[in-house]
């Protein structure tokens, strides 16, 4: 079985990429962009590029980030010296590069501590006032589908959404329900191919973007779209394969 038809963008977007090369790069709009007031992230882990390229394009958007494990400035001096005993310097230029962009742009805005539960959303929502124009960007590791009735439920306050959705194979009737029920337009997909594929040789792993008033440059999509890179250069891609 192949993706349902609405995993599919009906239209080719107009998309910028934002985040680092390959693994933690996302393609939105411009447009969306600038329309947000607060950006709602899920998940940092150790990169925060997205999170930089945003806040570079719309200085004053308000940031709101969380995690299941912070990292702290201990964690980062711990794994430097780690690496010096092993003398991988190629991890010493990755984390001094990671540690940079944390301090800059986490100076006011600490990274909270969160573990995804149901409702959380809602919470995180509430504690911080949210009312209008987020973005929310999730990579949460499976956990995203216990806030999926939350997303719906809020969706009038969000400008646009990034979903990373983990075990595709087990999950298709549930995301093909919740994209029906969104409002947001599908933009963008992305296979994401460091995951393993199912039976059908369909990835397991795969990144959408949703957004409210894209705007439309071609009636016809393009899969990948020309920004799309490779999650992890050294692997082959995942096909995407579509239901007529």
Known sequence: MTFP??????????????????????LVGKKTILKTEFLVSLGIGDDCSFEKDFLSMNKQVNLHCYDRYPLSKN???????????????RNINHLMKVNKDYQKIFTKNKVKKRLIR?????????????NSNIFLKIDIEGAEYRILDEILELQNIFTGLILEFHYVDLHKEKIKLFIDSL?????????????????????????LTFEKNPIIIDENPM??????????PYLKDKPLNFEK
């Open 5 to 26: 038809k609405n995993f599919r963008p009906l239209k080719k977007f107009d998309l910028i990429r934002l985040g680092k090369d390959n693994d933690g790069g996302y």
């Open 75 to 89: 964690y980062f001096i711990k794994e430097i010296i780690k690496s010096i005993i092993v003398l991988d310097f």
């Open 118 to 130: 149901y409702k959380s959303l809602k919470k995180i929502i509430n504690e911080n006032n949210l």
């Open 183 to 207: 409002k947001l337009h599908l933009t963008h997909i992305h296979p994401n191919n460091s995951s393993i594929t199912d039976m059908n040789n369909d990835p397991t792993c795969i990144e």
């Open 223 to 232: 899969f990948p779209h020309p920004l799309d890179q490779k999650s992890f």
